[in-house]
């Protein structure tokens, strides 16, 4: 464990573990050492605590972070404010961009100069959303393109010529509107002051078609058309700046997008992850008594991804996705529903039972086996959450297979949608193992620890991903310079952020602040309202240093 004692007298954790790889090829280990933390909630009309108000019961402060590499500015995302926070390089606020005439900002980019920020209608979501445009060196707005209801993600392809916006298009509580799930390219080839936008939908596809490839069509007990339905959550641009990849989180699926075209040219279904087999164990129960209990369930897990970011290696495309969840529960329609209250025909007649103090059901109901009995009990099955959309195969009214939401995992896709890799337990299994502080157990029978952020760091020759943990409230590193056989290095946590929503790599050279290293981390934490950047070293890892060590422990002091 590497206790840094930071510039503010608070104390950072780092853990660091060292894995096996070829001698020759070991990736370095790399090292984290905070710069510092802003906190949104020390401005002045954010002063809650007195009235016993948490920062969860509102809207999020520090959602997601960008950075100016001309006038070395962050600028982060504070839906509580309806603005974004402009902080300098030390971390200090100079000023804010108010959104507030429109509504709530959910998301903030920079490129070449040019800050662009995804507004919703406050006045009604389901109506058009905006994009404003500001100067990054002034903050001064220039000017807003209208593009679809909810834009809920923005993001510059790499040479900043065009804007993509995934317009999330979420129902209305009665469900009585469902708006079009759309992507907005925004060209900005002739500056902002000419901008123009092209909105594509996905009335091109088909729910049959969809669904036989592993994703789901299903809002509104299944009244709502294709169009309505998929829901676009988050986008990367490859590097060369020709293929986009957009996460339609709620349907278990990603659109591609042929940039040059400007085209969505398919919907690729990520189908389920089976929970049966070895390596895939999860935690389903809140109520077990046990942190960490990992079995193998017959459940299908569905991917259900948030975040997404994309490289190449070797020439080949890929794609990473942080596997979160996310479930419909509206007061109109909601598939959102515990096992225990499923009506079950799964034949589970091995099925031990694990809870000896559940009350909940005293005796198997006539027509309902054993195994299926016992499999609902809240020490097995019983308290985790799952859907009614997918499982009743034959409309009979009965489950015969149970699907949960989320992976609880990250995976690494080729361009054409192929898994070649999955985390599996492999998450669950390093917070049980090494750091059971951080095991959120009450959310054991939701999504566990939800890898929620999901970004690409390069240094050099090596490829790291670094993946945010919603509900254990830290960042997970891993090498993934083979995308095939991805490596866990570390695990970060700062004390007192919660939540880490935004997350963002500032390659060496893009902020002049302090001496050496290889870059700067950023991490925007939307459950404190807290924004901490770190710089980043690679420690190189000899060959006949590479050790099997998920349990090694290191101990040095930083100092100022």
């Given at each position: 464990?590497?206790?840094?004692k930071t510039r503010?007298?608070v104390?950072?954790?780092?853990?660091?573990?060292?894995i096996?790889?070829?001698?020759?090829m070991a990736?370095?280990?790399?090292?984290?050492?905070?710069l510092?933390?802003?906190?949104?909630g020390n401005?002045?009309l954010?002063?809650?605590a007195?009235q016993g108000?948490?920062d969860f019961d509102?809207?999020?402060e520090a959602e997601?972070v960008?950075y100016?590499t001309a006038?070395?500015r962050?600028f982060?995302?504070n839906?509580r404010e309806k603005?974004?926070?402009v902080?300098?390089?030390?971390?200090v606020k100079?000023a804010t961009?108010?959104?507030?005439?429109?509504g709530s900002?959910n998301?903030?980019?920079?490129k070449?100069g040019v800050?662009?920020?995804?507004v919703?209608?406050?006045?009604?979501?389901?109506d058009?959303?905006e994009v404003?445009?500001f100067d990054a060196?002034?903050?001064s707005?220039t000017?807003?393109?209208t593009?679809?209801?909810?834009p809920?993600m923005?993001?510059?392809t790499?040479d900043?010529?065009k804007?993509l916006?995934a317009?999330e298009g979420?129902?209305?509580?009665s469900?009585?509107?469902?708006?079009?799930?759309?992507?907005?390219?925004i060209?900005?080839?002739?500056?902002?002051a000419?901008a123009?936008?092209t909105h594509?939908g996905?009335?091109?596809?088909?729910?049959?078609?969809i669904?036989?490839?592993?994703?789901?069509?299903?809002?509104?007990?299944n009244?709502?058309t294709?169009s309505?339905?998929l829901e676009p959550?988050?986008i990367t641009?490859s590097p060369?700046?020709k293929?986009?990849?957009v996460t339609?989180?709620?349907?278990n699926?990603?659109?591609?997008?042929?940039?040059?075209?400007n085209?969505i040219t398919?919907?690729?279904?990520?189908?389920?992850?089976?929970?049966?087999l070895p390596g895939?164990e999860?935690?389903?129960?809140d109520?077990?008594?046990i942190n960490?209990?990992?079995?193998n369930w017959?459940v299908?897990?569905?991917y259900?991804?948030d975040?997404?970011d994309s490289?190449?290696?070797n020439?080949?495309l890929?794609?990473v996705?942080?596997?979160e969840?996310d479930a419909?529960d509206?007061s109109?329609?909601s598939?959102?529903?515990?096992v225990?209250d499923?009506?079950?025909?799964l034949?589970?007649?091995?099925?031990?039972?694990?809870d000896?103090d559940?009350t909940d059901?005293?005796g198997?109901?006539g027509?309902?086996?054993d195994?299926?009995?016992?499999?609902?009990k809240?020490?097995?099955?019983?308290?985790?959450?799952?859907?009614?959309a997918n499982?009743?195969?034959d409309?009979?009214?009965?489950t015969?297979?149970i699907y949960?939401?989320?992976a609880?995992?990250?995976?690494?896709?080729?361009?054409?949608g192929?898994q070649?890799?999955d985390?599996?337990?492999?998450?669950?299994?390093?917070?049980?193992?090494?750091?059971?502080g951080?095991?959120?157990?009450?959310?054991?029978?939701d999504?566990?620890p939800e890898?929620?952020s999901?970004?690409?760091?390069q240094?050099g020759q090596?490829m790291?991903?670094l993946v945010g943990?919603?509900?254990?409230n830290?960042?997970?590193?891993f090498d993934?310079?083979?995308p095939t056989?991805?490596?866990?290095?570390s695990y970060?946590v700062e004390?007192g952020d919660?939540?880490?929503e935004?997350?963002?790599f500032?390659?060496?050279g893009?902020?002049?602040y302090?001496?050496g290293?290889?870059g700067?981390v950023?991490?925007?934490n939307?459950?404190?309202?807290?924004?901490t950047?770190?710089?980043v070293s690679?420690v190189?890892?000899?060959?006949?240093l590479?050790?099997f060590?998920?349990?090694?422990?290191?101990?040095?002091?930083?100092?100022?």
């Amino acid at each position: 464990m590497l206790r840094i004692k930071t510039r503010y007298g608070v104390t950072a954790i780092l853990f660091t573990s060292l894995i096996i790889g070829s001698p020759a090829m070991a990736a370095p280990i790399l090292n984290f050492q905070k710069l510092w933390t802003y906190d949104a909630g020390n401005s002045v009309l954010d002063s809650y605590a007195d009235q016993g108000v948490t920062d969860f019961d509102l809207a999020p402060e520090a959602e997601i972070v960008s950075y100016d590499t001309a006038s070395e500015r962050f600028f982060v995302i504070n839906g509580r404010e309806k603005g974004v926070d402009v902080l300098d390089k030390s971390g200090v606020k100079i000023a804010t961009l108010d959104t507030s005439v429109m509504g709530s900002p959910n998301s903030v980019a920079v490129k070449n100069g040019v800050v662009a920020v995804a507004v919703e209608n406050s006045a009604n979501k389901q109506d058009a959303g905006e994009v404003w445009f500001f100067d990054a060196a002034t903050a001064s707005f220039t000017r807003k393109v209208t593009v679809g209801a909810l834009p809920d993600m923005v993001t510059f392809t790499p040479d900043g010529s065009k804007l993509l916006v995934a317009n999330e298009g979420e129902p209305n509580d009665s469900y009585t509107n469902d708006p079009n799930g759309t992507v907005t390219v925004i060209d900005l080839s002739t500056g902002v002051a000419s901008a123009t936008a092209t909105h594509l939908g996905f009335g091109a596809f088909s729910e049959a078609a969809i669904e036989a490839d592993g994703g789901r069509v299903f809002g509104n007990n299944n009244s709502a058309t294709v169009s309505q339905d998929l829901e676009p959550e988050y986008i990367t641009v490859s590097p060369d700046g020709k293929t986009a990849f957009v996460t339609l989180q709620e349907n278990n699926a990603v659109a591609k997008i042929d940039l040059t075209t400007n085209t969505i040219t398919e919907i690729q279904g990520l189908g389920y992850k089976d929970y049966t087999l070895p390596g895939n164990e999860f935690d389903a129960s809140d109520k077990d008594g046990i942190n960490g209990n990992l079995q193998n369930w017959n459940v299908m897990g569905m991917y259900q991804p948030d975040a997404i970011d994309s490289y190449v290696v070797n020439g080949n495309l890929y794609y990473v996705t942080a596997n979160e969840g996310d479930a419909r529960d509206y007061s109109g329609y909601s598939e959102e529903v515990r096992v225990k209250d499923l009506a079950l025909d799964l034949n589970n007649n091995n099925i031990a039972d694990s809870d000896a103090d559940d009350t909940d059901n005293l005796g198997s109901p006539g027509g309902l086996s054993d195994g299926d009995f016992l499999l609902q009990k809240n020490g097995n099955l019983g308290r985790l959450k799952t859907t009614t959309a997918n499982g009743d195969s034959d409309g009979d009214g009965l489950t015969e297979q149970i699907y949960s939401f989320g992976a609880r995992s990250f995976s690494i896709w080729d361009e054409n949608g192929n898994q070649v890799y999955d985390s599996g337990n492999l998450i669950e299994q390093i917070l049980a193992n090494q750091y059971s502080g951080q095991w959120a157990d009450g959310r054991s029978d939701d999504k566990g620890p939800e890898p929620e952020s999901i970004t690409i760091a390069q240094l050099g020759q090596w490829m790291y991903a670094l993946v945010g943990l919603e509900r254990t409230n830290g960042v997970m590193i891993f090498d993934i310079t083979d995308p095939t056989n991805p490596l866990y290095q570390s695990y970060i946590v700062e004390a007192g952020d919660l939540s880490p929503e935004g997350l963002l790599f500032v390659s060496l050279g893009n902020l002049a602040y302090g001496s050496g290293g290889y870059g700067y981390v950023a991490v925007a934490n939307e459950g404190s309202g807290t924004t901490t950047l770190y710089s980043v070293s690679a420690v190189p890892v000899p060959g006949s240093l590479a050790l099997f060590g998920l349990g090694m422990l290191v101990m040095r002091r930083y100092r100022r």
